[in-house]
């Protein structure tokens, strides 16, 4: 998770990761200059240094100004400071990409939000050619749902553009 200036929405997004079914996970969390609570508000959730508990490990990385990839894990899901976790979103994830060993990236339908009454779901297509079709126009995975055999992404070369401009929410 990447975190900049995000304190009224951070304490619920790490909530619905920390209360996630699946239990053995490293959860990483990287603070980007917070100029608010932010950076207060995550380390609320530690012990001095790494907290161990309910089987996952939490750390976050504040202090360093250099790139440091990802974890050790075998799949990386992605959110942000903003988004939250159905409590089934890991397991699930897991339990696909387990099973279909021939799936890189696996992702799902998004409800859009401004807890108020605004709401909106978001569903990407699931079959091959309708994937491949979309992708002229757009995009076929939401960042919220994403969760990547590690794998086959260091395979392929691929990672994230550090160029990448990104305009917050006004």
């Known amino acids: 998770m990447s975190v900049h200036n995000a304190a009224p929405f951070?304490?619920?997004a790490?909530?619905?990761?920390l209360n996630q079914t699946f239990r053995d996970f490293e959860f990483i969390i990287f603070d980007d200059k917070s100029s608010d609570a932010s950076l207060e508000i995550l380390k609320s959730y530690l012990d001095p240094g790494l907290c161990w508990s309910r089987m996952f490990k939490i750390r976050i990385d504040y202090k360093?100004?250099?790139?440091?990839?990802?974890?050790?894990?075998?799949y990386v899901a992605r959110m942000d400071a903003d988004d939250l976790c159905l409590p089934h979103r890991?397991?699930?994830q897991v339990d696909f990409l387990t099973s279909h060993t021939d799936i890189s990236v696996v992702g799902s339908a998004v409800i859009f939000f401004d807890g108020a009454a605004y709401e909106f779901i978001a569903h990407q297509p699931v079959e091959h050619d309708a994937?491949?079709?979309e992708l002229l126009f757009g995009f076929t995975m939401l960042h919220p749902s994403v969760m990547i055999r590690k794998a086959d992404f260091a395979r392929h070369s691929l990672n994230y553009d550090p160029h990448y401009v990104f305009f917050p929410r006004p």
């Open 14 to 17: 790490v909530d619905s990761v």
């Open 90 to 92: 890991l397991s699930s």
């Open 10 to 12: 951070l304490g619920e």
């Open 64 to 74: 360093s100004d250099k790139r440091h990839g990802y974890g050790q894990g075998e």
């Open 131 to 133: 994937i491949k079709c």
